[in-house]
């Protein structure tokens, strides 16, 4: 069965430091890949998604990017973090060859600017 | 600009009660619905409704979607304290891109 492991779970960072959140999944091949990230009280926002190795969307602009440097590893990062980039962030997948499959997230990290 | 709205915001109730949770919404080019359960990390999935009158059913859960008035419901009946979540309703308008609404916050009290 498929899994899906994002890690820090919790992140404490300085403003201007720099970020990287990584998300790996198990047990497919060739899926599609979100990042969300979720501020209190409000639903989930789309950053970015793949389709492929390399393949990037963005929805929003921002001060983060995005990289897929293996089919089954999805990586945010940023340069220098905001205060305003605080929040909780989640990666999730879902089957890359078919559309309109469900998405099935990871538990998230709870990132924290000071 | 795509919309969704939940409602109630949150909600309380007592083991064994019934309960209704509401999504509309306002997606161009609607392809689908879904609804997740979100306990203290990762929404889980809960259905994917497709089409009008249909119900979707899981246990004590169960979905509706009317594509005519762009609402949903989700039910759950005979509540747990293990219900108590946030519901998140997310209609996709793309492939692969879903809009997320606010959830609705349900305690189950004992």
């Known amino acids: 069965s498929q899994t899906i492991h994002q890690w820090p779970a919790t992140l404490v960072q300085p403003v201007g430091s720099p970020l990287s959140l990584e998300c790996t999944v198990e047990g497919t091949s060739n899926p599609n890949l979100y990042w969300y990230r979720q501020a209190a009280g409000r639903g989930l926002q789309l950053l970015f998604y793949s389709v492929g190795i390399g393949q990037i969307s963005s929805e929003v602009p921002q001060n983060l990017s995005a990289s897929r440097p293996q089919d089954r590893q999805f990586i945010l990062s940023s340069k220098k973090l905001l205060l305003s980039d605080s929040g909780f962030y989640l990666c999730a997948w879902s089957v890359g060859s078919q559309n309109d499959q469900p998405q099935h997230f990871g538990d998230g990290t709870r990132l924290s600017i000071l | 600009e795509d919309k969704v709205v939940q409602s109630p915001l949150s909600l309380v109730v007592h083991e064994g009660d019934t309960v209704t949770l509401n999504c509309s919404y306002e997606?161009?080019?609607?392809?689908?619905l879904l609804w997740y359960k979100q306990e203290k990390k990762a929404p889980t999935f809960l259905f994917m409704l497709t089409s009008s009158g249909i119900e979707k059913k899981s246990g004590r859960l169960s979905s509706i979607l009317d594509k005519k008035e762009l609402f949903s419901i989700l039910n759950i009946t005979a509540t747990q304290t293990g219900d108590s979540a946030v519901y998140l309703c997310a209609p996709r308008a793309s492939a692969r891109q879903l809009t997320f609404g606010s959830g609705t916050q349900l305690t189950v009290l004992p």
């Open positions: 997606v161009t080019n609607f392809r689908s």
